[in-house]
């Protein structure tokens, strides 16, 4: 990781360059205290940036933990992506997409529109109306942006379901949303092998008798199964569409789409987002955290299956009428350099990305990025984690050659919008720290009881005041929503389920989760969910899995296993139920360590104790154990481990 890893944020502040601080959106630090003087104020002149069909009649209402924002309020967030800027300029290149094989797709704002208004009446024509809830399951392909927006038009909230994900991920996902309609594509690259996308839905169909209709992108070309009566072409149905499509009048609270998120138990959460709240939050926030101007060409290098690409590749930038950068492969192929090629050739301003792959681009090494001229860059953001201050300075040097901004963003799916961010015309960064709450934002570091820490003091992450974007309930399940977000302290106060301190110039610094989620490449997954998977195989008795941390992803998955009796552990078993996850979940929670054990480490009324189990697999003091069923256990599990690690 180089001499820089060790760094404290301490060590180093970083003022912004007097001719960015110039030009900047926002330049004026009495932002702050005008937000924090009169929040709603604040919110209410905020909302003026988008075009409403109706003004609201009221600002904000709290029945604590309940909010609605904009009451009364009408408009639509495929209007404001696509008619609003059609109108200003409909010329203007909305989306520069390349394919991992090279290829390349431009859409204009008035194409953009075009093509959303076909599939909407498209989806109308199948039956789909206001309030159906569509499934969505695409790789990064114009085809996810445009799906998403028709859904909008029409008033259909979108689940979109990240592409990686098994058949198996897919069903469940499906069956909670109660979706009769899915879209998906024949296949798609990845480090240049097909990843059959409809072949793995088909597998997850299976058990999904509520799906009555499957749209399909021919996106590759492969062989793939048409299910006739079920299964139609995107192409076909949008042959011969009107291309003009009236936006559905939606109310501030309608919903505009459905997040799944991992949590604490094997289901996912069905986070749901309304319109009105949600689109001032993330159009305020892209505008002012990323300086975007009208001649930006804006790349964030997320999914559009998780928040950040729906806030921050859709929703945020489109309806600032920005230029969005699309990439639908991997940013080793062909070669380690595949991010800097295209920041060259499409002459990208803005970039906004994960630690996780700035830490392998370090890994790599500086000559990948020397080859290139990433002069046009004036802005760097990270998302996704904590970012540390080693990678910090690289990204800083390396990237940005020392004269480019550096947004350090904390949020989450629950929140909507960045919460904890520089202003990058207004703010001093200090390398490791997401800095200052959002103007309008009310950010606390607390302690179990919840009184307020003291500087450089551990507690817990806490949002107290309410914000537009924020969650307003977990779809069909509002005690969860309640148990999981308001209930650690009191029904005013929300909890981010993360650690953190504050330093002395209050600055923020989070750590990063303190539930049973772990964070692998910036993909947040619930370990219930996979020893839920793991215990589904034949051969495992229980499973206990924890995060490890890892200089390059973060966390990675260690699985503790005990197994059926009469089922002996050995390498080729190993590997089965890896690729059991794998199938069940996805790749990305494709455990890193398959460790058997005869027993966990737990506590005498049967409860896996996973501080322990992490402290084992992170080879840390595991500290007290006196109160386990078997505190002998440990010593056990520490050297399977370090057995398990020598291989």
């Known amino acids: 990781m180089g001499e820089n890893t060790s760094l404290q944020t301490e060590d180093l502040k970083f003022d912004p360059p007097d001719d960015f601080v110039k030009n900047a959106n926002i330049n004026d630090p009495e932002i702050y205290r005008k937000a924090d003087d009169d929040p709603e104020g604040f919110w209410e002149e905020q909302a003026e940036e988008i075009e409403w069909f109706k003004k609201w009649d009221r600002v904000h209402e709290w029945d604590a933990p309940h909010s609605k924002w904009f009451i009364g309020g009408k408009l639509n967030a495929s209007y404001n992506c696509l008619d609003v800027n059609v109108k200003k300029n409909p010329d203007k290149l909305a989306i520069i997409w390349e394919g991992e094989n090279g290829d390349i797709r431009k859409y204009t704002y008035r194409e953009l529109l075009e093509e959303t208004a076909r599939l909407a009446n498209a989806l109308k024509e199948q039956g789909v109306k206001k309030g159906d809830i569509v499934t969505i399951y695409l790789p990064m392909i114009p085809e996810i942006i445009i799906s998403m927006l028709a859904c909008a038009r029409i008033g259909a909230p979108h689940s979109v379901v990240f592409a990686a994900f098994s058949g198996g991920s897919l069903c469940t996902r499906i069956e909670d949303a109660k979706s009769d309609l899915i879209i998906t594509c024949d296949g798609y690259y990845r480090r240049g092998k097909i990843v059959e996308q409809k072949k793995k839905a088909d597998t997850g169909l299976s058990s999904c008798e509520s799906v009555k209709k499957v749209i399909v992108v021919k996106n590759l070309g492969n062989e793939i199964d048409i299910e006739s009566g079920r299964d139609i072409w995107w192409h076909d149905i949008l042959k011969d569409t009107d291309p003009v499509c009236e936006p559905e009048v939606m109310d501030s609270e309608d919903m505009l789409f459905l997040m799944y998120t991992s949590g604490t138990t094997g289901k996912p959460k069905g986070i749901v987002h309304t319109t009105g709240g949600y689109m001032v939050g993330t159009h305020i926030t892209a505008k002012w955290i990323f300086d975007l101007k009208d001649d930006d060409i804006y790349w964030c290098t997320a999914d559009c299956g998780w928040i950040t690409g729906h806030s921050y590749i859709v929703y945020g930038p489109l309806s600032n009428g920005t230029t969005v950068l699309m990439y639908e492969g991997a940013p080793d192929y062909p070669e380690k350099d595949r991010f800097w090629d295209i920041v060259e050739r499409h002459k990208a ?299």
């Open 349 to 647: 301003t803005i970039l906004y990305t994960a630690p996780t792959a700035i830490r392998s681009f370090m890994k790599w090494g500086d000559d990948w990025p020397a080859k290139h001229d990433l002069s046009t860059l004036r802005l760097l953001g990270s998302v996704g984690e904590p970012i540390n201050p080693g990678a910090w300075i690289w990204y800083h040097e390396k990237i940005g050659n020392s004269r480019c901004p550096i947004v350090d963003t904390w949020w989450q799916t629950e929140t909507g919008m960045v919460m904890i961010s520089p202003l990058p015309g207004v703010t001093s960064t200090k390398p490791g720290s997401a800095t200052f709450a959002f103007p309008g934002v009310k950010a606390a570091v607390l302690d179990e009881k919840g009184k307020e820490m003291p500087p450089g003091k551990d507690g817990l992450l806490a949002i107290t005041r309410p914000w537009p974007s924020m969650v307003r309930t977990i779809h069909g399940d509002e005690e969860r929503f309640i148990e999981t977000y308001w209930s650690k302290w009191d029904r005013d106060t929300y909890f981010a389920g993360d650690g953190a301190k504050m330093d002395e110039d209050g600055y923020f610094l989070i750590s990063g989760r303190i539930d049973d989620v772990i964070q692998v490449s910036g993909h947040r997954i619930g370990t219930a969910e996979i020893e839920s998977t793991l215990v589904s195989h034949p051969s495992v008795a229980e499973a206990g899995v924890v995060g490890r941390s890892d200089e390059i992803k973060g966390e990675v998955i260690y699985a503790y296993v005990i197994l059926k009796t009469g089922i002996s552990g050995n390498d080729e078993l190993k590997k089965k139920l890896t690729g059991h996850v794998d199938a069940n979940i996805g790749p990305f929670a494709r455990p890193r360590r398959v460790i058997f054990a005869d027993e966990l480490p737990k506590t005498r009324s049967g409860k896996i104790m996973r501080r322990v189990l992490k402290a084992i697999a992170n080879g840390k003091d595991t500290g007290d154990v006196t109160t386990l069923q078997d505190p002998d256990v440990v010593d056990v599990l520490k050297n399977r481990t370090k057995e398990a690690e020598s291989v």
